[in-house]
């Protein structure tokens, strides 16, 4: 029998983006699910070495736990996509991007977000690999 694995419905493929989130980072929740502040506890598709620690970057599906908002979602987990990051990150064309936070927003695990807008800007890169993400997005840079 073979490992059950999360197969995301990303429009793309996972890009190399500089990593900006590891385990234990907390973000924000860009999104009016009732959460405010999580913590990042996984990233289901990556692959490292022995030991060491998962990392997200814009765009990546992780796998977060509520730790302040509304009492019925605080200690629950979900998915998230990563729309912001604090850590500059080089795009194709040569230009650096860098936000003020590092924020998520909340997903069901096939990718179609709970909530029903989105709160602040989103990256290009996580708009174009999530369709879903895009159509509620109100500012994309």
């Not at 913590?39 to 765009?59: D, H, N, Y």
């Not at 979900?78 to 064309?93: C, E, N, S």
């Not at 909340?106 to 708009?127: D, L, N, Q, W």
């Amino acid at each position: 029998m073979g490992k059950k694995t999360l197969r995301s419905r990303a429009a793309h493929p996972r890009r190399r983006i500089t990593p900006g989130l590891v385990t234990g980072s907390k973000v924000v929740v860009a999104d009016n699910s009732g959460a405010k502040i999580a913590m990042v506890i996984g990233v289901p598709e990556v692959k490292t070495r022995l030991r060491r620690q998962p990392f997200a970057s814009v765009g990546d599906l992780v796998t977060i736990t509520v730790k302040r908002g509304s009492p019925d979602t605080v200690g629950q987990v979900f998915y998230g996509i990563v729309v912001r990051q604090r850590k500059p990150y080089r795009r194709p064309d040569g230009t650096r991007v860098a936000f003020e936070d590092n924020a998520v927003v909340i997903v069901t695990p096939e990718g179609t977000p709970k909530a029903t807008e989105i709160r602040g800007p989103v990256a290009r890169e996580a708009a174009e690999r999530w369709s879903a993400i895009a159509n509620l997005a109100t500012i994309i840079i």
